[in-house]
Antibody, heavy 122, light 111 residues
C-alpha cells in the first residue's frame, strides 16, 4: 500500500517561493506505471490541479500556473517536489500530493497525501 | 467558476438513493475523456470512489456507482448512510485547455 506525505513550510510571505516535497513509501517512484501530481484546495473551495510528472522528466502543469511551477522527481530519495514561484495571498491553500494512475492525461488520483496547509501573508 | 458543473448540495434520508450530476462540454466529458469521482470528508484528503466513469477501486462499497452519457456524468449512492455525508467532486480532462479539471463540488447531507 503506497503512502504519500507532504512536507515543507507552512507560512510564506508574498513574492517568496513555495517549496514542498512529497515522500513516497511502499512503492518505487520510478516504477513507470504511475505519474505523481500536486493538487491544491483553498479553504472552503474546490480542488485545483497544479500539475504532475511522469517518468522522471516529463512534467506538465495547469496553464494558469505554468510559468510559476516546477515539478521534479528525486529517484534517490523516492520523492517528488513542487516549487511555486512568486507566491501571493491567492496561493494560500491546502496542498495535496497524489499518485496518478491511468495517465498521464485524464488519469485518476488513487492515493493521496494528508495535505499540507500553506498560508501566504502579504 | 468550474468547467465541470455540479449542484452545490444534495440531501437524502438514510437508506435512500441520491444522485450527483457533473456537467461538462464537448471538449471534456463529451470528447470521450473519462470521469472520476472523489469523496472528501472536511479536513481530510479526497478518496477515489469511481474511475473511468464506472469502475470502483477495491474497498469502495458497491452502493457507489458511476455512469456517463454525452457531456454529463452521474454518481449514484444507494442505501444512504450517515457516514456518506461529505463533499463529492468529479474530475476529467479538457482537451482544449490541456488541463485536468475538477467540478465545484457537491455537499451531501444525510438527513
Amino acid at each position: 500500500q503506497v503512502q504519500l506525505q507532504e512536507s515543507g513550510p507552512g507560512l510564506l510571505k508574498a513574492s517568496q517561493t513555495l517549496s514542498l516535497t512529497c515522500a513516497v513509501s511502499g512503492g518505487s517512484i520510478i516504477s513507470g506505471r504511475y505519474s505523481w501530481g500536486w493538487i491544491r484546495q483553498p479553504r472552503g473551495k474546490a480542488l485545483e490541479w497544479i500539475g504532475h510528472i511522469y517518468g522522471s522528466d516529463n512534467a506538465f502543469s495547469n496553464p494558469s500556473l505554468e510559468t510559476r511551477v516546477t515539478i521534479l522527481v528525486d529517484r534517490l530519495k523516492n520523492d517528488f517536489s513542487l516549487k511555486l514561484y512568486t507566491v501571493t495571498a491567492a496561493d494560500t491553500a491546502v496542498y495535496f500530493c497524489a499518485r496518478v494512475s491511468g495517465g498521464p492525461y485524464n488519469g485518476h488520483f488513487d492515493s493521496w497525501g494528508q495535505g499540507h496547509e500553506v498560508i501566504v501573508s502579504s | 467558476q468550474s468547467v465541470l458543473t455540479q449542484p452545490p448540495s444534495v440531501s437524502g434520508a438514510p437508506g435512500q438513493r441520491v444522485t450527483i450530476s457533473c456537467t461538462g462540454s464537448s471538449s471534456n466529458i463529451g470528447a470521450g475523456y473519462g470521469v472520476h469521482w472523489y469523496q472528501q470528508v472536511p479536513g481530510t484528503a479526497p478518496r477515489l470512489l469511481i474511475y473511468d466513469n464506472t469502475n470502483r477501486p477495491s474497498g469502495v462499497p458497491d452502493r457507489f456507482s458511476g455512469s456517463k452519457s454525452g457531456t454529463s456524468a452521474t454518481l449514484a449512492i444507494t442505501g444512504l448512510q450517515a457516514e456518506d455525508e461529505a463533499d463529492y467532486y468529479c474530475q476529467s480532462f479538457d482537451g482544449s485547455l490541456s488541463v485536468e479539471i475538477f467540478g465545484g463540488g457537491t455537499k451531501l447531507t444525510v438527513l
